[in-house]
């Protein structure tokens, strides 16, 4: 029975080489039919199929929108949106226009926008749809408007490299070889192995909760941290405004909590940053935006 296993499974990865996963499903069964093959084998190639078709499925606009949709839910069922000053929140939705339209994806299949999260926890989040989430505890942590800028450019290039798809992607292909591995060994024990495929319909659900709950890889933040550096100098912030907040935010490290327990520690983050920052020839007129961002902020979030 081992042996059997073996050669159906390498039959089918060859077969995955030079055929799509529709046409393996629609021979699988076909197969059955003239009883070449039995009908849990069958059974087996045809889930399998189907799971190595759905991760290596293309993420459409439309899809990245709705997933997006799904993820903030999912932080908006953990956190409140922060009801203060709808002016400050404006702010930084300005912020985030000039750069967007200077970035290389200005346009969303609904936009970008940003809202401030009601917590003291030093945080951020962003969605393949375009939302933009800010704890009030790290705008608290910012003193310039480079710092918010820098923040928020981060964000946004989590969404432009598409970090949150590619997880989703990535998780996928794990999850069709768990269900392949479990499709193999219900058919080998004769169970119905149509219906252990059915568990991992929930499994989408978990994967927002890792995206949300773990955070990206240290390799993505490390490359979300260089992209927003670009993004600041394309849109006229200084890029090094990165390394000054990422400077703040490793005085108020907490390990196991808040950003900490989504990114990697700033003082990792800086040493890159500080290598990319020479890079960049951009004026530092930082202080010609003090007084915008002291008046965004001089009624401050609860609790400043």
């Not at 798809?165 to 192995?193: P, Y």
């Not at 100098?233 to 909590?257: C, D, K, Q, R």
Request: charged content about 15%.
């Amino acid at each position: 029975m081992k042996n059997k296993i073996v050669l159906i499974s390498t039959i089918f990865i060859i077969s995955m080489i030079f055929f799509t996963c529709k046409h393996i499903d629609t021979a699988a069964q076909a197969a059955a039919e003239a009883e070449l093959v039995d009908r849990g084998t069958a059974n087996f190639i045809s889930i399998s199929a189907r799971a190595f078709g759905a991760a290596a499925e293309n993420v459409t606009p439309e899809q990245e929108y709705y997933i997006g949709r799904a993820v903030a839910a999912n932080i908006l069922s953990t956190y409140r949106l922060w009801g203060g000053d709808p002016n400050l929140v404006s702010y930084l939705n300005l912020i985030c226009a000039a750069i967007v339209i200077n970035s290389p994806n200005p346009s969303l299949f609904n936009g970008y926008q940003v809202a401030i999260l009601d917590s003291n926890e030093v945080n951020a989040f962003a969605t393949s749809a375009g939302h933009i989430f800010v704890t009030r505890g790290l705008i608290n942590v910012t003193k310039t408007e480079d710092d918010l800028a820098s923040v928020i450019a981060h964000e946004v290039a989590h969404i432009q490299l598409r970090h949150g798809i590619n997880s989703i992607k990535s998780s996928r292909m794990t999850e069709a070889l768990f269900i392949t591995a479990t499709a193999g060994i219900g058919n080998a024990m004769g169970m119905d192995v149509t219906e252990l495929s059915d568990v991992f319909g929930e499994s989408v659900g978990e994967i927002i909760q890792t995206m949300v709950g773990s955070g990206y890889s240290r390799e993505q933040e490390y490359e979300a941290d260089i992209a927003a550096m670009y993004l600041l100098a394309s849109a006229g912030y200084h890029p090094s405004a990165l390394i000054n907040m990422l400077n703040e935010l490793n005085t108020v490290h907490t390990s196991g909590s808040g950003f900490n327990k989504t990114h990697p520690a700033p003082r990792s983050r800086i040493y890159f940053a500080q290598r990319a920052v020479n890079r960049f020839d951009v004026a530092d007129n930082r202080l010609e935006r003090q007084q915008r961002f002291n008046d965004a902020l001089n009624h401050g979030v609860a609790q400043r």
